[in-house]
């Protein structure tokens, strides 16, 4: 069974449109919820389209995102890149497991992300965030089904013609 070739374009603009809903502003009690979309359509990508997304592209992506949203300069490109390392590392085994376990997976990852982020913080001097913010890895894992189904049918269009 062939799958349709997909669109080249859908790549930037999902991470452009990931960059953007990083800056959508949250009301106070919501902000410790927001997932980090880019570390998701960053997965989603290297998972299934490893050729077209590596570290490089990961590297870029996190210098654009720390320059848009303030903070550390280089904190979220570590992030991603280590992210993109450990996704290309076992993209093998990732990209065949049940949503239900890919789920599992891509939460361990943006938990270890929070980790990252936390340590950056610390070794820097910045303050940490509060404890509400570890919530946000959960809401990512429960996103990530309908984001990748989402990115799935924008990429490939309709199947039945």
């Known amino acids: 069974m062939s ?38 359509v960053l997965a989603y990508w290297v998972i299934e ?28 490109a570590l992030r991603l890149v280590m992210l993109t390392f450990i996704l290309q590392r076992f993209r093998a085994r990732i990209r065949f497991f049940p949503m239900s376990q890919q789920m599992l997976a891509i939460g361990g990852l943006l ?6 982020s936390a340590v950056v913080h610390i ?4 303050p940490t965030l509060p404890w509400s913010y570890w919530w946000a890895p959960l809401l990512g894992m429960a996103l990530w089904p309908l984001l990748f189904v989402l990115l799935d049918a924008v990429r490939f269009g309709r199947r039945g013609r």
């Open 111 to 116: 938990f270890n992300d929070r980790i990252v």
């Open 123 to 126: 070794v820097v001097g910045e």
């Open 3 to 40: 799958r349709l070739r997909d669109k080249p374009w859908v790549l930037p603009v999902s991470v452009v449109l990931a960059l953007l809903l990083g800056l959508l502003p949250l009301p106070a009690l919501l902000q410790p919820l927001r997932p980090y979309w880019l570390a998701l």
């Open 49 to 76: 389209a490893p050729d077209r997304v590596g570290l490089g592209i990961a590297f870029a992506s996190g210098v654009v995102a720390d320059l848009l949203y303030g903070g550390v300069l280089g904190e979220q």
